[in-house]
């Protein structure tokens, strides 16, 4: 078993109570790490020192082009460990060998390079028009960093989360305290050596592993702190949104979603079938964008759903680190508890149960459930309107896309959808109907650094990736130069003559 420390101004230190935790491989219940378990004087103590860096100046200041090369050195660290890193996330999260192998950690390198480039690229200042009215003057912005970021990642892709929060963040000069899921600290652990490695200055990253009711807490409530991020479930969004909100912190959540996949009559069906199951069962369902309720059109039911249960049987579920396993575990058994009570529920609303809904007889260690799918789903059940965060789909007929569309709205979330058609402007004019951050077309879950990712409604407050990303961790500032006379001031004379 591997010991970790936590990484606090520059040092890796243990908890002060001496307190630790253990990480758990989800798909064989055996322990791979012990990190420490911070209280609220560990957490403090990272706050402090990421107040200090940004205070100094010793990041904030430093030219745009010096924080790049710094954070591209990070990407060359993490292209060295990629093989490491993809198996440490794959046996702490249970995502298969496959997905962290070619998703999680591919894209994590190209997210931070992204993000190391912008912090060179972007321009920081912004010239407005030249008025004449009030007075002649010339007027400008600047975007500076807001401060120290608190920033707080769920479990379900704990490296690219990690990249995500800190690479924004610190390539507009912020500092940061970074709390991981407890379940999964281990891949930011490593991302923080990295940065260390990459001789990024003492406090500028700072990870504090810990309890959420601890360690998340005191960073959305600490007035030292300038703005809190978080990924996560709609209710702790929303407390995190209480906490901040008594010292008037800038927030961006990320929060749950329901999202709705739609497959319209002139869909290609294979592809549709094909990108039905991706859209649900990639990382177990285990992903806050999944497609879990699917709307299919009822000229092509029949068809496409044969097809769907079909293929469906296909999906290889077993031990993560398997590389011929395309379905692995969830993450814990108290989340798997939570699906098996939602399956439940969906037998008791009289949903038809045609795929899967038990534990796989043949893994008897693990927290693994079968692929399931139901289908006479009505939107008002619970399994189609609550975020299941497992591997359960819910299938809604419907006849027009007009029906349809109202179907995905019907949703306390926003955050993603599919549209599936061979008619591309028709295809546009839904998915713009839907009241969603995301919508692929003829595709699903690909998402790119360039492109901004959040949601409408309950599904959260602001954006992260590109640019917008960027903007989310800076402030506004306006300057006004006059270039007028002092006696064309005539302003003056209200007070002075």
Known sequence: MKKYQMFVNGKWVDAKSGKTMKVMDPGNEEIVAEVPAADVEDVREAIKAARNAFDSGVWTRLEQKK??????KVVDGLIAKQTEIAELESRSSGAT???????????AVEHFRYFAELAYKKDLFEPLPWINFPSVSWNFVVREPIGVAGQIIPWNFPLLMAVWKIAPAIAAGNCVILKPASYTPLTALELAKIIEEAGIPAGVVNVVTGAG????????????IDKVAITGSTSVGSRVMELASKTVKKV???????????????????????????????????????GTRLLVDEKIYDKFMDKLIARAKGIKVGYQMDY???????????????VEGYIQAGLDEKAKLVLGGKRPANMKKGFYVEPTIFTDVDNKMKIAQEEIFGPVLSVIRFKTADE???????????LAGGVWSSDIPHAIEVAKAIRTGTVWIN??????????????????????????????????????????????KFWYDLVLD
């Open 67 to 72: 924080r790049s090369e710094m954070m591209l």
């Open 97 to 107: 060998i496959r997905k962290a192998s070619m998703i999680d950690t591919p894209l």
């Open 213 to 224: 009711g601890v360690v998340g807490e005191e960073l959305a409530s600490n007035p030292l």
């Open 252 to 290: 961006t959540l990320e929060l749950g979603g329901k999202s709705a996949n739609i497959i319209l009559s002139d869909a290609v069906l294979d592809e549709a079938v094909d990108g039905a199951l991706f859209g649900t069962f990639l990382h177990a369902g285990q992903v806050c964008e999944s």
């Open 324 to 338: 011929e396993t395309t379905m692995g575990p969830v993450v814990s058994a108290k989340q798997r508890e939570t």
């Open 404 to 414: 349809a569309i109202k179907i995905a709205n019907d949703s306390m979330y926003g």
């Open 443 to 488: 595709d699903y879950h690909l998402l790119n650094a360039i492109a901004p990712f959040g949601g409408y409604k309950q599904s959260g407050v602001g954006r992260e990736l590109g640019t917008f990303g960027f903007d989310e961790y800076t402030q506004i500032k306006h300057i006004h130069v006059a270039v007028a006379p002092r006696k064309a």
